[in-house]
């Protein structure tokens, strides 16, 4: 029977030709908004690295001339550290930190970098004071933090994530082990490995993974002033505190200008900008194939009464309801397979082009099944009624339908 | 082997109601070739779609092997028509799509059975009707001769104790309306087929053993 049906599909491909394109669209709709899914989900429940509850965040703006010269830096380090001080002594404060950059923040500095034998390393860099690392909680796999007795160090110490270690010394344990920045190694002091941490996703839930790198910030140097903080308060501190807190800044730095935000708001705002056009590409989506099953409905409900005489004499033959229910749904899934089978021929040029290379091959496995199988429910449910009406008709009338 | 009694078949819309067979008591006998005739729309297809068990009847019972099949359910039916009930229509009803052991096949397609052993009887039916060598061709290749032959191939596939024929000449000019009658003819005598065949034609109805007439849903002989 499976044979005789696919003798029908292939013999009737030109009339079949308009539900083979409807499918083959849908197949590619379907594909793109589940690799979006996909990844999306993936990145959601891939571990953030830190703990954004509880910590507050503050941007300030110095004066235009803050930054020009050694000691007006070393100024302005230094009073970022009273300010570091003076807030831990506020009641709900636990820590205090500078750095470059905290969670949610859309600015990044990265480096890349060819290793002595050739490998192309390239990886976000963060810089900030030690407690930073304690402030959001960043969750240690090996090694350790950064401490004040660094800063005396010959050498730079440097914590790493996961991908990045692995990225630069394999399965080894990269404690201890120098960076090799190939030929820009005489860019500045050896930089040491002295932790690595599970990740640190500054972008949020829904940000590609990638390789970070900490790097200590001294207050007490002449280096270019961090201007954001990162403060850990005490759980339960309420948002009135926000007041309490400006006032505090203000009146430590009256002519520098602070924002300050809680991180929990901050990432509100990050989830609804990246779900915005997700929601918005889903919604398109399904409205997109709905249309499809309408006009999928629409075609076979067509293909079904021009067939009515065939479903006459099928009958007249000695088929059951159920025989003809099963035809034709039959039939439509293996129109629907040649639909799929040139979606997957043009699914498969993606990577092949490099398009889209941020889709791993575990998503675009998934997204292909996820369609695949989306498209055969879809067009099993929009043949059920063509076939059921198919099996309803009465071979005597049928076979006098003209 | 065909038993109607007191058969009526009334059709019904909202407003009108037709009387398409009256009172019809009729036998077939095994082996019997018998021609139903009758002016158009007295009810010569209606009988033979009660026959065939196409239709039921509004009243009455039909009986097929002296079996009451009214209270048949579907699949009951349908396994009737395809183990002992064949078809050949006026207009042949190939499906154009497929070849013609193809079209052969269809009934097969509905026992259980391996594909080799439908294309064996497919072709033998085939050959039966003296068309082996059109097997890989399609409807639209073949004159209406060929194609009521392809049908009838199609119909004694199964091997039926009946053959249903409405109007099985209608469509064809003499020449191949004698070929198609000999083949009905042959099948009839020398399988033992019943065959029960409506028509409008004098002379074919003469051919054979028994005709049976109709006028206004009504028989009259």
Redesign the interface.
Known sequence: MIRHMFKMVWNRKASNALIILEILVSFLVVFAVAAMAIFNWRNYHRPLGYEWEDVWHVRFRVGDTEFDDDERRLAANRRVERILRELETMDPVVQASAGHFPPYTRSSSSRGWNTSDGREIHTEIILATPEFLDVLGIKRVAGRGFEAADAALHWKPVVVNRSLAVDLFGAEDPIGRTIDFGSRDDDGPETRVIGVIDDYRKEGELAVPSNMMFEPFWLQMAQRPLTQLAIRLAPGTSAAFEEELSERLHALAPEWSFNVRSLASKRDAYLRLRLAPLFVAGVVAVFLILMVALGLVGVLWQNVTQRTLEVGLRRAKGATRPNIHWQILGELMMIASIGLTLGALVVVQVPMMGWFSFLDSATYGLAFVVSVVTIYLLAGACGLYPSWLAARVQPAEALHYE | MIQLRAVEKVYRTDRIETIALSNVNLEIRSGEFVSIMGPSGCGK??LL?LM?L??VPSEGTVSLAGESVVSYS??QL??L???RLG?V?QTF?L?A??SVV?NV???L???RMS?SERRRLALAALERVGLSSRVHHFPAQLSGGQQQRVAIA?AIV?EPDVLLADEPTGNLDSSMGDEVMAILHDLNSSAGTTIVMVTHDERLAGQTGRILRLFDGRQVN
Do not use: Q
């Open positions: 297809s209606t779609n065939g196409l239709d579907d699949r349908s396994r028509r395809n183990r078809f229509f009803h499906i799509d497929l193809d096949e269809i009934p397609l509905y026992r594909g199609r199964g």
